[in-house]
């Protein structure tokens, strides 16, 4: 199994990306999903996470309130809504899946996660 993300590019301060994540190879069965993200020079961050029929969903104070976090059912996918973007948003963004339930205090923890896709790099110009 191999996850991919997808819909990273080059955005001005204030405007919006849409990143989704679906896998390839045999059937992923997913339960929580997550993005983190990785700026130059910088450890691997959380950004949001949700889990299969287990609302509400997770983000990181960073991105609260300008980030979604959605699940696209017709594509087994997950997609991350980034509106009002920063440049400090400026990073490689990576989606996870676990194909069981992470608990509360763990899905932005990344050692939680079982799969890992490539990453998609957004960069948000000033």
């Known amino acids: 199994v191999q996850l991919q993300a997808s819909g990273g590019g080059l955005v001005q301060a204030g405007g919006s990306l849409r990143l989704s994540c679906g896998a390839s190879?045999?059937?992923?069965?997913?339960?929580?999903m997550g993005w983190f993200r990785q700026a130059p020079g910088k450890e691997r961050e959380f950004v949001a996470a949700?889990?299969?029929?287990?609302?509400?969903?997770y983000y990181a104070d960073s991105v609260k309130g300008r980030f979604t976090v959605a699940r696209d059912n017709a594509n087994n996918a997950v997609t991350l809504q980034m509106n009002s973007l920063k440049p400090e948003d400026t990073a490689v963004y990576y989606c996870?899946?676990?194909?069981?339930?992470?608990?509360?205090?763990?899905?932005?923890?990344?050692?939680?996660?079982?799969?890992w896709g490539q990453g998609t790099l957004v960069t948000v110009s000033s």
């Open positions: 996870a899946g676990k194909q069981n339930y992470a608990i509360t205090s763990a899905v932005s923890d990344p050692n939680q996660y079982d799969y």
């Open positions: 190879g045999r059937t992923f069965s997913w339960k929580t």
């Open positions: 949700i889990r299969w029929n287990r609302p509400p969903p």
